[in-house]
């Protein structure tokens, strides 16, 4: 059985996910019911009932707290690297360095 998916639009998300557990790592293909290159869009796509979103978790607990979203495949989570991107040219400033750091201590490998 199929299931409806909501897919990240111009990305490998919208063709396939993938899954890392105990166990190993499964790469599920997937059809995109739906897909978007918005995050809040895919958001506002799954609380419609559109389908299935792989989306950052930070992103939708509040949605998963209030019982708007319902986690599933607890045993498995999807890992994907995130990039923080600014200009080569600029100056890296206190406040810049203050985010970058904030940055890989909250969400860099543990």
């Known amino acids: 059985m199929r299931h409806a998916c909501l897919g990240f639009a111009g990305s490998a998300?919208?063709?396939?996910?993938?899954?890392?557990?105990?166990g190993g790592e499964a790469v599920v293909p997937i059809v995109s019911r739906f897909s978007a290159n918005s995050g809040e869009a895919l958001r506002q796509a799954a609380l419609a009932g559109l389908g299935i979103i792989l989306h950052v978790e930070e992103l939708l607990a509040d949605d998963v707290v209030a019982g708007r979203?319902?986690?599933?495949?607890?045993?498995?989570?999807?890992?994907?690297?995130?990039?923080i991107l600014y200009a080569p040219d600029r100056r890296i400033t206190p406040k810049l360095r203050s985010f970058l750091d904030f940055a890989a201590a909250n969400f860099g490998p543990a």
């Open 69 to 83: 979203l319902v986690r599933i495949l607890p045993e498995w989570r999807s890992e994907r690297p995130l990039h």
């Open 13 to 22: 998300l919208e063709e396939r996910w993938t899954f890392c557990s105990g």
